[in-house]
């Protein structure tokens, strides 16, 4: 299950914070939406559901590009390693 390092900030406004590294980050909406729900615990089929209602996106476009921001929060080291 991916998951979002539990110490990492996001604002309303899709601000994002790492205290660990003093990294911080600007999204747009749906890259907000998404973080908050990872860091809600959400696993991967809840965040598509959602992302899929709340956007005018189709499941094979979600799926390349949530991958693409997956490997993104990986390099910038926002997701939790267990």
Known sequence: MISLKKNIA???SGFVFNP???DSFSLNSVGTDILKLLKDGKNEKEVKTTVIDRYD???ET???DYYDFLKMLGQYKLLDAS
Do not use: H, L
Request: aromatic fraction near 8%.
């Open 62 to 64: 979600f799926d390349k």
């Open 57 to 59: 996106v189709d499941g």
């Open 10 to 12: 996001i604002s309303e």
């Open 20 to 22: 660990t590294t003093g």
